[in-house]
Each structure stands twice: as C-alpha cells, then as structure tokens.
C-alpha cells in the first residue's frame, strides 16, 4: 500500500485530471421506487416532472444497482463501499437493532468530512443504533448512530415508517419527547394494556394484509410493540414536510463551505400516507400518491439550490434501495389500482427477488456545471459512489468492493465496473458485462405474500440481459461454456483470497 502521503498525492493529482471543483453534494435515496415508477425511465401513470429533470440535465444511467434488494443491506453497501453479504447482521433490520456499522470504518460522509465537507442526514437510517448486546434507552441520548460515522448532523428516523417507535430523532435524541412520558420499545411481546392490529381491528384506519398487525400509531397497525411517547409521535402525513424542511434548513445553513446531505426519503415504502395535498395526484391510490409526493420533495430540494445560486455547484444523485413492491404489508390498493403501470419496467422480479428488478433501480447523476446531459450503459453501483466520490473531492480513500467510477459518474467515458454480486434475503446472483447468472438457490419460486418472483430455482439460470431485459429465456444449457466462466467470476469474488 501506498504511504499516506503519497496515496493522497496521487488522489488529488486524479481529481485535478478530472479538470473538476469540488461540488455539494446530495445523495437522494428513495425507498422501494422501482426502474419503471420514474417518468425518465418509462412511466406515463405517474407524473415524476421533477425526477425527469435531474435525468434530462444529467445522466440516465440504464444499468445502475443497489447491491441488494432490500433495504438495510443496500444502505450498508452505500455508506461503505463494501458488499453487505460479506459481514454479518447486514440483514433487514428491526427498529431497535444495534448499529452494524463500525464507528472506525470508513464511510462514505466520513471520507467528505474528513476532505472538508459539512456533513448531515435527513430522512430514514435503518443502520441500526446504540452498542451491540445493549438495549436502547430512548429516553437519553441514543449512541453510536450517524453522528458517530461521518455525519455532523442527523434528522432520522430509526428505521422504517411502518417499524416502532415512529419517532424522529435529531442528534441522537428523541424529537419533542416529554420526559413524563417515556418510550418503550420491544419486539418480542407486546405491553400490558397496548391495542394492536390483530386485536383492536377496529382501531385501524389502514388494515393490515401480512405482518403489520402490532402496535397501532394513527391508526395504522405497526411492526414492534411501543408503549409512550405520544409527544414525540410524527403524524405520517406530515413526514415528507418535515424532511423537506429540515433537509432546505441544513442547505441554506452555511453554503459557503461544501456540504453533503443524505437524503434517504421515505416513498413509496409502506404504509403510504401521502399528504393531503397529494392524495388523488394520480389514479393509482397511495402508491402513486406517494410517488408524486416524493417528485416534489425532489423539486423543494432543487429550489432550494436554485434560491441559492448554487445549483450548478451541486452534484445530485438520484437512486433507490431496491426494486419495486405492491402489496408489502398494508390494504392500499396498490395491486388493483397498477393497472397497466408496471413498477419495474421491463425487468423481471421486484423487492426480495434475484431477478433483475430487485436490484437494477433509477440511477440519475446531475451536475449542471460539469455533466452533458446523456445516457450512460454503464454497468454501475451505489457502492461505487465512495471511491468515486473521493476521486472527484481529491480525497485517497479506497472502498474494500466498491469502484472508481468518477470518469463514467461524470459521463467522461462509458464504461463502468465488469462484475456485481448483488444480493436479495442472504442469496447471491451475478451481474458480468450483458450477462446475468443465478446459482442454485433453495425457497419458493414466487412469495405468497408480494406475489414477487424470487429467483430461486434447483439449478443454475443464466440470461442475456441485452436481448431479454424480462429474463424469460434460460440460456443455462444452451450456453454452458459462458455459464461455466460467469460461475468461475462468481466464485472469485465470493470466496476469500485465502480459501
């Protein structure tokens, strides 16, 4: 390895070659949108004007992944650059798990910190927080967390929307809690006297179809059991506002010093609960109801560059966490009021599938000063964004999986990574050049409760995503010289150097 000094020579001499200044830089992570649920990447039941213009100013990146198709695990890839199948605990993660992050590792706001940058969340964590093996005390101060691995300031929620306690939390501390109130937390039993879905249906005003049926908050049954902390509760339908706020609020703050925000927004994940203003923007009930909602959170956002002249200044992307659901939970509709729209476009699969739509998701890079508007085939993934970020800032970190891509991030040249692992509920898969191939796998073909393919299947699947993007012609036995390589590719990347 290079000396210190020497490695960081040869980082900013790259990113002076690059011919670039240093951005702000936003990240905007959506939450279950799917490669078909964006105007820019074919929709026409849901009017995405705001997303579309970040793609018609940037770059449109037709092959870009999240490692995984699942939540935690691609936000883990994110924020590290490493593949998340490789630790353990990188799993979908309850609302009172422990941080899964190391607060010495490297991360992706740790590196911009440490080249200068203002760092701040707003939105959804779920990385865990506090010490492994010690329960969460959310009456003090919650730690470790997001301020302990790069970021200055953080505005979360703990996990998900549809997860306890539904709660924001700032800092480390609990937003507007009364002290004579406090909150428990658990998700093993429920506490004495605490209705639920599954007890108190008339309480609900959102039923639940599978796996939401405990403790009830607005009306809507949750997954874990709290108890407390009425004060501090958010009002769903004002969750976007309050991000959008607080997101505008960190930019205005100081842009006279680069800054980065991580903006991990909420939609359309379940349950749904677009504001008012929203409801009826389009005719697919809630789902596309949140959809539109986020396109605007996304266009507050860019205002708020705008006001402050520094839009062309700023390096935006635009992603997801993972493919598309509908029915993820929640009574809304989403399956009967689809219709012809089809979340992932024309890719196989969804959320939790190995098939492409679990993990090939949005990918739209804006930077008005430096990015020709095009699109890119670049085979490209989120935990690339460590690597090549710092290439661009002239920072010499390294990611342990992740790429520099900086020069096809810029739309500089077309080539990105050769191979991707990617990876849905403990199973892997991989993404070579045009091709994809699926090894054995046990567990149904379809699940009972998304209706989503998963991909597994007794052999090995292979298919040539540049002919067949629906994935519907096994070429595994008519093409068993490439299948043999791609298993070879597979294994390399997998299996320790050491084994």
């Not at 149904?444 to 090995?460: C, N, S, V």
Request: aromatic share 8%; proline share 7%.
């Amino acid at each position: 390895m290079l000396p210190v000094t020497a490695r960081a020579s040869e980082a900013l001499a790259a990113s002076e070659e690059l011919g670039v200044d240093r951005p702000h830089i936003i990240v905007i992570y959506m939450d279950d949108l799917g490669y078909g649920d964006v105007g820019a990447y074919g929709a026409t039941r849901v009017a995405t004007p705001h997303m579309d213009a970040l793609a018609a100013d940037g770059i449109r990146f037709t092959n870009g992944y999240a490692t995984s198709a699942t939540c935690t695990p691609s936000r883990y890839a994110l924020m590290t650059g490493r593949y998340p199948w490789r630790i353990e605990g990188a799993e979908i993660l309850a609302g009172d798990a422990s941080l899964i992050i190391g607060t010495d590792d490297m991360t992706l706001p740790r590196m911009l910190s440490e080249a200068g940058y203002r760092t701040g969340i707003v939105g959804k964590w779920h990385l865990g927080l506090g010490r492994e093996g010690e329960s969460i005390d959310w009456n003090a101060h919650v730690s470790p967390g997001p301020n302990d691995v790069g970021f200055h300031e953080s505005y979360i929620m703990a996990a998900t929307q549809d997860r306890v306690p539904t709660v924001f939390i700032r800092d480390g501390d609990v937003v507007g809690l009364d002290p004579g109130d406090p909150i428990e937390v658990d998700y093993e039993r429920n506490f004495d006297g605490e209705p639920t879905g599954i007890d108190n249906p008339e309480l609900v005003r959102m039923p639940f179809s599978h796996g939401h049926d405990n403790s009830i908050v607005n009306g809507i049954p949750r997954i874990g059991f709290m108890r407390g902390g009425k004060a501090a509760r958010w009002v769903d339908e004002e969750i976007a506002d309050r991000f959008v706020e607080v997101a505008t609020e960190f930019i205005r703050r100081d842009s006279e010093q680069p800054f980065f925000l991580y903006l991990p927004l909420h939609q359309p994940h379940v349950p749904r609960t677009p504001h008012p203003r929203f409801v009826g923007a389009t005719d697919m009930g809630p789902r596309g109801d949140a959809i539109a909602e986020a396109d605007w959170c996304v266009g507050r956002i860019v205002d708020a560059l705008d006001e402050l002249g520094i839009r062309d200044d700023t390096l935006i992307v635009f992603t997801s966490d993972n493919g598309p659901v509908l029915d993820d939970g929640y009574q809304d509709d989403a399956v009967e009021l689809a219709g012809d729209h089809r979340p992932a476009g024309p890719l196989r699969g969804g959320k939790y599938s190995l098939f492409d739509a679990g993990t090939r998701v949005p990918f739209i890079v804006s930077w008005p000063r430096q990015i020709t508007p095009q699109t890119s085939d670049a085979l490209i993934c989120q935990m690339d964004l460590l690597p090549s970020l710092a290439r661009i800032v002239g920072s010499a970190i390294a990611a342990p999986d992740g790429e520099d891509l900086s020069r096809a991030l810029l739309g500089r040249e077309p080539e990105g990574r050769s191979s991707l692992v990617v990876e849905a509920m403990s199973n892997t898969a991989l993404r070579h050049g045009r091709w994809a191939m699926i090894p054995p796998s046990e567990g149904p073909r379809r699940m009972a409760t998304t209706g989503i393919e998963t991909g597994h299947a007794g052999d090995y699947q292979l298919y040539d995503l540049s002919a067949d993007d629906a994935e519907a012609h096994d070429l595994a036995k008519t093409h068993p010289a490439q299948l043999h390589e791609l298993i070879e590719i597979y294994r390399s990347i997998i299996e320790p150097a050491d084994a």
